[in-house]
Each structure stands twice: as C-alpha cells, then as structure tokens.
C-alpha cells in the first residue's frame, strides 16, 4: 500500500512527487503518456510570472506570486533552466495608464515588490527594438523564463532519485473507496494508497467524478504559437505582453529560456476534444498582432509552430486541495499561472496531507540536487569545428545534432536516468537534439539508433504529433500564406 498515489506527471504532479520525496513515505505518481510532461506542460508560453495580473480574490492570484519567489532556489538545485529577465506589459494608448496602475496595485495586494510603471523613454532604454509607439509599461523585475518540460523532467528525476516510484503508461481509469484506503485502477494494474493526488490537467473533472459528485469542469481553451529559429530571442531582453482580455494575457514576444523568439499564445475554447493541430490563419494573426510589439521578427527563421491546451475549470480558478471524500486531494483546473504557480501547488497540497493525518517525517537521506543534462548556449560552435565530429564512429563527442550541436554522451546520459526515454521526442525534450532549423531530418535516425543500442528495444522515430494524428502548420505553408496575405 501506498501513502500516496499521484495522478498526472505535468509540472504540478511532478512537483508534488519530489516535495513529498523529502520525507519517509511511499509514494507513487501515474501517468498516462509513454513520458512525463506531455500535456499542457509540454506546450505553453514558459513565463514564470510575476504575480500581478490574477486577482487576489483567486487562488490562482494568491499562489502566482509564491510559486515564482521559489525558483531561484528550485533552479540552483535542479539545474532545469530559468533566467530572470523581467517582463512588461506595454500600451500605446495613453487611456490605458489607469488599468496599468490598477494591475500594479493588484500586483501589491498579491505581495510584489518589484513593481513599476515606466515612461516612454525608460521603456526604449530597456528594449530598443519595442514598438517605439509605446506609451506606457508595467514592469515586473523578478518574472523570467523557464524550460517548462525541462522542469518537470528534472521534478520527476530528483523524485525518482529519492525514492518515489513512477510508473508511464498508467492511465487511472476508475478509483475505489475502501475503509481507510483507495484501491485505484489503471490499464493495467491496480494500486492500494491512503492519499489520492488528482493532478491529471485535462482530465482533473473525469478523475474526480471518480470519488466525488460533480462540482465543476474541464474544457480545453487552444493557444496556438510561433517559434522563430535559435539565436532570434536576440531581439528582445524581457518577456513583453500586450494588454490582457477577458480570454487571457494577450500575445507576448519573447525570448525562449534558450532563445529562440516565441510569439503567441491566442486563444480559443474548444468543444471537447485535445486536437494540437495549429491553424495557418491563427498563426498569421498572431503574428500581426505581434508586430505591434516589434517588428525585429523576419518570418524567414519561422521554424515550428504549435499547440498548448489550457484545463479551464467551470469555476475559473484553480481547484486545490481537500475534496468531498476524506484522503482524496485535488489540484485541478491549473490554467496559467500554473507553471509559476507548481511550487506554490505542491506546498498547499502538502500542508493539505497533514492536516488530514498523513505524518511527514524528515528522511535524512533526502538529495535535492540534480545534475544537469544540457547548458544553455550562448552561441555555437563554428560549423568548421563541429564537420569533423559528424561522420565519426560512435564516441561520446560524437555530434548527433548538427544544429544544436548535441553530443552522443548528452543523449546517452539523458537515457540513464531513472525514467526510461522511449521516444525520439523525449530526447529532443531533454537534450535539444531535433530542436535547431532542420527539425530532426538530420538526427531523428541518429538519436533512434543510439536509444536502440542503448535499451535493446525497437524505437518508433514519429514524433508525437504524427503519432496523435495532428497538423502543424509547416514553415512552407506560413510563408506562403503570409505572401498571399500581404499581395
Ligand atoms: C497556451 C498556454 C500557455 C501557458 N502559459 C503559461 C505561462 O507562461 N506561465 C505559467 O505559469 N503557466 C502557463 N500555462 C499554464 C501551465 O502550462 C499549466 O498550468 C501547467 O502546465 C499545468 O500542469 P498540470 O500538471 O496541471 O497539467 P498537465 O501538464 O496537463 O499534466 C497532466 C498530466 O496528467 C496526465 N493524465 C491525464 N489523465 C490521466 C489519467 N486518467 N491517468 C493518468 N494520467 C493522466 C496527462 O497525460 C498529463 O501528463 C499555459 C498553458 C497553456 C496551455
């Protein structure tokens, strides 16, 4: 039997994983997928926010801001990727100063310190390449960005390392309550636990309409971006969002943790279903919408575009904590800020398992470090430097990916620990390799030959997208439909 049994491996279930891992328990975190982070941590905009823009009467405004003061320390321990860089949200529109100063009083109610209004020319001193319209801005210091998958890939190692058991390909598909336990089911195995973490993102209302009377639900709500090609984040030095809307913060302009210049996310409720596809008229909006923030954008280095979904619960907050049924605990409904939130997340659920009896007790052989997998570049190599290293027999400098020059012991080490990598995507994740202007024509073979060798079993070389069925749009069709657009 378990004391607990975690469901989801997304940011919030694996942050609870290693902060449970620090004490003498047993426990376990299920996920449905062949890796952990494949649901909306896999695909968002990876601001770790400031904490101004939810109000205080939401959990979500009170947790944002909690969450974010953690990561620091979390990145010193886990090595995931995090860069504070600041983050404005600009107006060229003289008429928005008072909602500027109500989000910066917001800001202050929810604990910021780190707040202020900046003129017009304090703004072009700090980002040259803005919108040189711009009226006005709210500047956050402490906000920044993350690796989001890279964060829950290193949650869920350190975890593993202390202790806590992972097991993929576990989709929960009904949930007992016994006595004093839970027997819960999955596809195939059937576990026994005292607690019950619901951390399933989409999935939080069907998991808890497995214990509990319905109270609320999930629908998806789309935001699909652009990623522009290595190097292009350049052009800015803060996160920078337009003014929010009912429907979210806006589109943002951003470097990436390892900078590539990211544009979106919009958005768009869905109906049902989680299709990831991306749609060329939405990207061209965004796009448009993104020259009002800077036109340093040449859609030439356009790479990739993508998909993330967004839990938004019928009670729009986060829902978090004690549920009807003693034992069972929810973390349901984490639309953004639920990244920068996680930690915040895992502290209240923790807080939430002693006050219902669970004993936590200090393990003194917790280690909270965790080794990185890869650096952020600066810059690369010169190709003259790499060209020799790409056709020589296996070796651990080997070169594996050409365009982020990734080396064979970096795809190697990031198999060999603990949680095994059975596609060619749960590579690229970890280690870049696939990532750079040739999307993986180049590696995909390569880092599929090496997992082969390395684990024995056959590797299917699709990625996840090919294999959920979706469409992206390809760079080809967006710079045809932008020509055709701007004729
Ligand atoms: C477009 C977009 C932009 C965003 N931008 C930001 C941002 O900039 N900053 C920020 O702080 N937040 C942002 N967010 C929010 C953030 O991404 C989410 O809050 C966070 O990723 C939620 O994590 P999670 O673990 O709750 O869910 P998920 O990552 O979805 O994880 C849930 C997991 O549960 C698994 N699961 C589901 N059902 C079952 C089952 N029956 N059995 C077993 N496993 C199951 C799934 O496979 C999945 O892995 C954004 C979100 C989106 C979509």
Redo the contacts with the bound molecule.
Sequence with gaps: MYDVLI???????TTIARRLSRYKLSVCL????NDVA????K?????V?GGYAEANAKLKGRLCYKGRVQYEQLNKELNFGFRKTGSLVITTDENNLPKLEAMLENGQKNGLTDLKILSHDEIMAMEPNINPDVRYALYCEGAGVCS?YEMAIAMAENAVHNGVELFLF???VGIDKEEDHFVVHMTNRDFKTRYVIN?????SDK?DQMVNEKTFEIRPRS?EYILFAPGTGKALNTVVFQMPSKMGKGILVTSTYHGNLLLG?DAIDEDGGVDRSTHVERLYKIYKEGLLTTDKMDIETFIRSFT????VASTDDFIVGATATPGFLN?AG????????SPAIADMITEELAAQGLTLEEDPSYDPYRAPIIERKEEMRPYSEIAPLLDIPSCPEKIICRCEQVEEKTIVDCLHRGIPVLSVDGVKRRTRASMGYCQGDFCRPRIKAIMEREYGVPIDIRTDIQKEGAARVTREEFLAYCREQEK
């Design positions: 469901i989801g491996g997304g940011i919030v279930g299920v996920e449905k997928s494949m649901g909306s941590t695909a968002n905009s990876a601001i926010h989001p576990s989709e929960v951390a399933a993102g989409l999935y998991i935001g996310p993330g979904l967004r839990a973390a984490i639309q953004s800020p639920g990244l920068t939130s």
